[in-house]
Nanobody
Framework: QVQLVESGGGSVRHGGSLRLSCAAS????????MGWFRQTPGKEREFVAA????????YYADSVKGRFTISRDNAKNTVYLQMNSLKPEDTAVYYC???????????????????WGQGTQVTVSS
């Protein structure tokens, strides 16, 4: 089983930027599609972005399209989420997740995400 650890969260002002990292250990994630999700208290977990195993395909929620960029470095077993032009409504705990299937080219919110990290808090003030 893979262990996923998110980092890079913090507090920023409206319009600021953060870069989240998701470091995997225990096994390689180079064959797995990866996703980022977020959750605020009292709300269901929300899909943010996903990337295919090769990095060739990406998918974004409409709410973050054009502001967030998902990427991966398979040599470092790490996935990233660059978040620009942050808004207060982006405030949430952000989680990364690994799709349990191998070499999936089509990715999105309905992937089979079976391994999850513990999350990192992002707070955006107005």
């Amino acid at each position: 089983q893979v262990q996923l650890v998110e980092s890079g969260g913090g507090s920023v002002r409206h319009g600021g930027s953060l870069r989240l990292s998701c470091a995997a250990s225990g096994r390689t994630i180079s064959s797995n599609a990866m996703g980022w999700f977020r959750q605020t208290p009292g709300k269901e977990r929300e899909f943010v972005a996903a990337i295919s195993w090769s990095g060739g395909n990406t998918y974004y929620a409409d709410s973050v399209k054009g502001r967030f960029t998902i990427s991966r470095d398979n040599a470092k077993n790490t996935v990233y989420l660059q978040m620009n032009s942050l808004k207060p409504e982006d405030t949430a705990v952000y989680y990364c997740a690994a799709d349990v299937r191998r070499r999936v080219a089509v990715v999105g919110p309905t992937g089979e995400y079976g391994d999850w990290g513990q999350g990192t808090q992002v707070t955006v003030s107005s």
